[in-house]
């Protein structure tokens, strides 16, 4: 486990070592589990990995722990909407007298926009007292006591004597052109990985953001519903989330159903007047459609509201502007939480792990086998299922099955939502760690090679087990619910979006085996290993003459790699034949 934090100087075996000498000297700083994590700066770190220097840098905090962390930070802070030109000290001096700041930084969303973390929850409140409803000329305002204000200047036409020096801190992934310049600059395809990740995560600053807004909601929402909590859940919170992504938040009314009766003595009872509806789903619905009304007319910041209360999984859809997240509101969802728990314990275990998932995701959007509308498309969620389980499929097994890590539950992971059995280890520290030492270029080669090759026609993915299975029913793609074990999570992927996945995995594999043969290229600013794979100009191109000509797949094969041999020659070529150096992400 203590290998784990560290990188070290090891032999790489010559299956795993891929590329030619200039880029794979045999003797190298093999990065393995854990050590991606260690390698970035404290702000860039992923939520719940240690302090690098601690003396106890193998324990990994347990993802409640995170979580309970993060809401408490949360509601000690803050959000307020800056005139452009300020002084960093000034504002700080302005806002500390209501007690001390933890931490701090800006932004810019519509806007200049400040976080301020005080160190104790009674500043807000402070704050909040101090603060007054803007007299909105013409149009009344709703009064509402939020924690989202706006300062001004009190003399606008003399602002401050002070230059304005704000930093802004970036929530937003790289440009194409940057990653593209990004990757082409690496020193391997494991090199390329690892930028990607690096480049695409979300950042400590942005991780603060997605929870203040969950604790901005619950405000709102508490105000209908005491002892309301809203967490976030999903890619935001399963270290698996890239910078842009949604913001998930589940409507937690657990504690309100859970108040119990006093401990009075006597032959009584006593319970709430409630009114009763005829079931949960419908309960489910008239709450969110109450706090879809309220975001809508009271929520600041929350525009564009949706209630999509008829969908498998009713919510609210809106965009909260000031952080510049699209919201996903549910209730009565709580193993998507438990997914998103466990999720986080495989994201955590192996640095490899996000590597690969954020690559593979990278992958699919730019070769649109994901997209942001709903449809028969491969969803990032399947998408990671997928990535799991080749890993536990790997010889010696990259990550542990479900199963195994049900068998190191204690008593207080033993958990059963709806009658399904949710039971796995909450404790990173119990998980021994794998013994593979695969590099992220051979993994990323063998996982389009596995997938283009997959029996999808009779077999299921199975993470619980971590074994094909024979599919119990005819979708053309199914990955098992991990809890809800008679769902299928692809149900929606039909023929031919499985045989583009397919196709193109095909396609991947044959050219990073290419790339192998061939060594690497001389110039380094011209697309090689994931820059090549990311090329949408590839797929574009590709398809339309796939369906222009139907040519056969060996002609197909050929064209694409002289296509990738005349762009490292003269730049990408995009799918109207203009040179580009573009990727999408
Ligand atoms: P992004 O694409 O980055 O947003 O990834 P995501 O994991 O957040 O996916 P999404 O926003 O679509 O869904 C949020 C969460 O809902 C996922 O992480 C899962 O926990 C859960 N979820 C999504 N799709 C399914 C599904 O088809 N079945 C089940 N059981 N859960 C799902
Ligand atoms: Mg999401």
């Not at 990955?479 to 809800?484: D, K, L, V």
Request: aromatic fraction near 8%.
């Amino acid at each position: 486990m203590a290998a784990r934090s560290v990188g070290w100087l090891t032999y790489v075996p010559r299956c795993a070592q891929g590329r030619g000498p200039v880029r794979r000297p045999i003797y190298r700083l093999f990065r393995c589990a854990g050590t991606v994590a260690a390698d970035l700066r404290s702000e860039e770190r992923l939520p719940g990995s240690v302090e690098p220097d601690s003396p106890d840098k193998i324990l990994q905090k347990r993802f409640s722990e995170v979580q309970k962390e993060r809401r408490e930070q949360a509601q000690r802070t803050v959000l307020i909407n800056c005139p452009n030109k300020i002084s960093e000290k000034k504002f700080l001096k302005y806002i500390s007298q209501h007690g001390p700041i933890n931490s701090h930084f800006f932004y810019e969303s519509f806007g200049l926009h400040a976080v301020v973390e005080f160190c104790q929850k009674e500043s807000v409140a402070s704050l909040q007292d101090a603060v007054c409803t803007p007299k909105l000329g013409t149009e009344p305002a709703i009064p509402f006591r939020s924690r989202f204000f706006n300062l001004k200047w009190k003399n606008p036409l003399n602002p401050t004597s002070e230059q304005p020096d704000v930093q802004c801190s970036n929530q937003l992934p790289p440009t194409s052109k940057k990653l593209f310049q990004l990757l082409c600059r690496a020193e391997s395809i494991d090199d390329q990985l690892n930028t990607l990740l690096k480049e695409f995560q979300i950042t400590e600053e942005n991780a603060k953001l997605r929870h203040l807004t969950c604790s901005l909601i619950e405000d709102i929402a508490a105000a209908y519903l005491p002892y309301c909590t809203v967490r976030p859940f999903g890619s935001s919170v399963n270290s698996f989330g890239k910078l842009g992504c949604d913001l998930d938040m589940f409507l937690d009314l657990d504690e309100t159903r859970r108040l119990s009766p006093g401990k009075i003595s006597g032959n009584f009872q006593m319970e709430f007047q409630v009114k009763s509806v005829p079931s949960e789903r419908i309960a489910t619905q008239k709450i969110l459609s109450v706090i879809g009304e309220c975001l809508d007319h009271f929520g600041p910041g929350c525009v564009g509201v949706q209630k999509i209360l008829n969908a498998r999984c009713p919510l609210v859809r809106f965009s909260q502007q000031a952080s510049g997240f699209q919201c996903d509101l549910t209730s009565n969802n709580r193993i998507a939480l438990k997914s998103s728990e466990l999720l986080y314990i495989y994201g955590t275990l192996d640095s490899r792990v996000r590597a690969l998932v954020f690559s593979i995701r990278c992958w699919a959007r730019v070769h649109s086998l994901t997209s942001s509308i709903p449809g028969a498309w491969i969803t990032n969620f399947s998408l990671t299922m997928m990535v799991i389980f080749f890993l536990q499929r790997r010889s010696p097994p990259l990550l542990p099955t479900l199963d195994y890590l049900k068998t190191l539950a204690d008593e207080g992971d033993q958990c059963v939502i709806e009658g399904h059995n949710c039971t796995f280890t909450s404790d990173l520290n119990r998980i021994r760690p794998t013994e593979n030492t695969e590099t992220l270029e051979l993994l990323l080669m063998e996982f389009f090679e596995y997938f283009g090759n997959f029996a999808f026609n009779k077999n299921s993915i199975n993470i619980r087990q971590g074994r094909e299975q024979n599919k119990p029913e005819s979708s053309p793609l199914h990955i098992q619910n991990p809890f809800e074990t008679s769902l299928n999570i692809s149900k929606n992927v039909n023929q031919s979006q499985l045989q583009k996945f397919v196709d193109l995995a095909r396609e991947s594999a044959w050219i990073l085996q290419q790339e192998d043969r061939a060594g690497p290229s001389a110039a380094s600013h011209q697309p090689w290993g994931l820059a090549a794979l990311l090329l949408p100009s590839v797929s574009h191109s590709k398809s339309l003459a796939k369906k222009k000509r139907k040519k056969p797949a060996s002609e197909r094969i050929r064209n694409l790699l002289d296509c990738i041999k005349s762009n490292r020659a003269e730049g990408p070529v995009d799918s109207s034949g203009e040179r580009t150096t573009r990727t999408q992400a």
